[in-house]
């Protein structure tokens, strides 16, 4: 379930760096730890893990199983997603990618692969976790996932998220009774806020695993009856594709922020997060440099550095795996000063769906873990497998497809097209900042598909440009803009009406009204989880995103 993958292509990318190790730091440079996630009880559930002497993995660990059990409109044991991470005691900064990957049979997949089990990619979560667990953590699984079986067994209360994703996707819940059992009301209509749902299948799932080992959701029990469900259902994954199924750890991406000491690190590809991010940072930085330009607000530098960012996400990449792709020559000085010179393209842009979870753990060691997990859109597939009560991402929607438009009625190239074993591209951008010393002085991240981006750019602007505080960075109003649709999509506070008219006039582009915002929903998906580490003064501090559910909670 592990392949040590480290393609020269990932390394280094504004400017030829290599990150140096982390210097040895004190035992306990922190007096306690933090756990930051959009659920409280799943926070606190990992803050209690640290209080029982585990560190940050295991925290991380612990609240990944609750929000799987707790908030399954957003993640779970059917997903996957990637995780970024600096380990104090052997100093490094890592990236682990456990993504759904398309199964064998992929190219069977009809036009239609948003609901039921045709729609699943090969879940990587628990291969994930439990390559978090042997290699970084201190606490066994059955340990971790005690107090999840539990609420899974007896029952938890419908949290506001779940309940909007049930209300959203009941008609495809409606179609497999396995999924109406636990989401529907007796009636056949959806669970409300507050309302009790239970798993017990998904809980002898998790008992099973905590007794012989999360291996057996691969090539044990739990895999064939994994196996024999998805096969009743006429899915692509099989049991092969379950045994081949490996997680990969790579080297983060990371660019100085302009010309200070600063480094911005986050994922590579097969997550664009990262490259876009950083291609946008440059960019902005090339904009404000010129003087031509100097006279110009830097909204309009930064619209037009995210147009090229998100025109480039759209034609260049993929999973480095299957396609060669230059990534230090998109993040290049010479080429983004060429892109900044032409008209912009205005490519159609391929997305994600946007009912994602981020949640990041530190420990008084110093230990940081950031991860984004998915299972696409909300409920993902909309299909739990019976015999295992594990709901099935529709990951494969991720992939582009010939002549077809995805969840989002969007098209993409032929790089992100698929292919047996591929990992479609996704947009999750779990994020650190290091200082000169190369220690994470903020960990951040979002859920919300292509506007995860978006999220961690504007928060990174408001740390790094307008020195604002954690807190004072992830309340401040946001935009989001994709180059197609041409539209910009910002909260309220952002700008004013005169100042959105004024550059509507200038640009021709147009700000999305309420009823653009159809793509979205009425709220935007997405919410900063971040914490801030003050080493001198040995402080951890963490902020939950105000536009969700809050769940900062501390050692």
Known sequence: MFQKHSLSLLLLLFVAFQPAQAKESKAEPFKRGVVVSQCERCSEWGAEILRRGGNAFDAAVATALALAVLEPNGSGLGGGGFALFMEQERGGLRVLDFRERAPARVIEMGANSRNGAQAAGVPGELAGLNFLIENYGTKRFKELSSRPTFWALKGAQVSPALARSIKARQETLRQYPSSAEIFLKADGQPKEEGDIFTQPSLAETLRTIGERGIEDFYSGRVAGALAMDLEGASGLIDLIDLLDYQVRELEPLCGPYEKSEMMVCSVPLPSSGGIAMLESLKAYELLKADQT????????????????????????????????????????????????????????????????THFTAADKWGNVVAITVSLNQGLGSG?????????????????????????????????????????????????????????????????????????????????????????????????????????????????????????????????????????????????????????????????????????????
Do not use: C
Request: glycine share 8%.
């Open 293 to 356: 330009k100097a006279s110009e607000s830097n909204f309009p530098k930064l619209i037009r550095a995210m147009q090229i960012a998100f025109e480039d996400r759209a034609e260049f990449l993929g999973d480095p795996l299957f396609s060669e792709i230059d990534v230090p020559k998109l993040l290049s000085e010479d080429y983004l000063q060429k892109r900044l010179n032409e008209n912009p393209k205005q490519k159609p842009e391929s997305q994600e769906g946007k009912q994602t």
């Open 383 to 555: 299909y739990v497998l019976p015999s295992t009560g594990i709901l099935l991402n529709n990951t494969l929607d991720d992939f582009a497809q010939p002549g077809a438009k995805n969840l989002y009625g969007m098209t993409g190239n032929k790089l992100n097209f698929p292919e047996a074993g591929k990992t479609p591209l996704s947009s999750m951008t779990p994020t650190f900042i290091m200082d000169k010393d190369f220690r994470p002085i903020y960990s951040l991240g979002s859920p919300g598909g292509p506007t995860i981006i978006s999220a961690v750019l504007n928060t990174t602007l408001n740390l790094l440009e307008k020195e604002l505080s954690l807190e004072d960075a992830v309340k401040a109003p946001r935009f989001h803009y994709q180059a197609s649709p041409n539209l910009i999509y910002s909260e309220p506070g952002f700008l004013s009406q005169s100042e959105k008219e004024s550059y509507s006039l200038k640009s021709g582009l147009v700000f999305a009204l309420e009823k653009d915002n159809a793509a979205w929903g009425s709220f935007y998906p997405w919410a900063v989880e971040a914490i801030g580490l003050d080493w001198e003064a040995g402080k951890l501090s963490g902020v939950s995103d105000p536009r969700k559910e809050l769940g900062v909670v501390y050692e």
